[in-house]
């Protein structure tokens, strides 16, 4: 194992997953098995690198006012619980088959993307469970029957594989909640740092962590994380999507391939 080419590879990653408000777990593991790490290490190792790189694009996300918190603190719980879970029981869950599933969702996700969203009437959904929220300046509307379930669902998935769970959160608020790029961005990079550090106690409880190689390559993310958010800043909108889109179609052609090696 190169470490240096490793670090090198972590910091490119977590340039463009930052960028689209993504932790880029898919990828870290990719890197991590390819270098020889086994994979229940490069899981635990991908959330320890995954939960820096998120905290260092938060700081400038936060700085911006792109972090909306009343969100992030509705759908992250669910999240950040069942990640604990999915880490903790990732010995009994079937790899293979999760990562075929979550690669098909990945794809079907990243298609989404590109298309055109219409705006929805704000005076729709005046009932229990329709969130009505504003916020920078911008309002949306958060159905709480469909997004909840689905970041809980989410969450136990990522924390079994040891990816952040953003290639569907930042979907998941722009297509169903109507949310802002930008916002979405930023408060996807508040909730994916507490989501990995759920899934990677749950992956550490089961003793499948490596200090020596995990501290300098999240070192590198880091790094890589401040670089990401300040590009997310100044990239337009519709190029932020197009790169959210084929980088998370990558990712499931990627975990698609790993899926079927295995």
Known sequence: MNIYLLMATILAIAVLMTMTG???GNFYVLAL???????????TTGQFILMFTALAGMLIFQKNRLIDWKLALIIEPPTSIMAFFGGYLSDYID????????????FIAGILMLIK????????DKKIGYWHRKFHGQSYIVNLWTVIPITAMVGLASGALGISGGSFKVPLMILLCGVPMRIAVGTSSAMVAVTA?????????RGHFEPGIAIPLAAAAVIGGLIGSKFALKTKTKNLKKIFAYTTMAASIFMLVNSLMN
């Not at 270098?35 to 229940?40: E, P, R, V």
């Not at 790899?95 to 990945?106: R, T």
């Not at 969203?117 to 729709?124: A, G, L, N, S, V």
């Not at 550090?197 to 409880?205: I, Q």
Request: glycine share 14%.
């Open 117 to 124: 969203i219409k705006e929805r009437p704000r005076d729709r």
């Open 197 to 205: 550090l759920m899934g990677f106690m749950g992956h550490a409880s």
């Open 22 to 24: 993504r932790g880029g």
């Open 95 to 106: 790899g293979p088959n999760l990562k075929l599933f979550f690669a098909v969702l990945l």
């Open 33 to 43: 098995v390819l270098s020889g790490l086994a994979m229940k290490q490069a899981a």
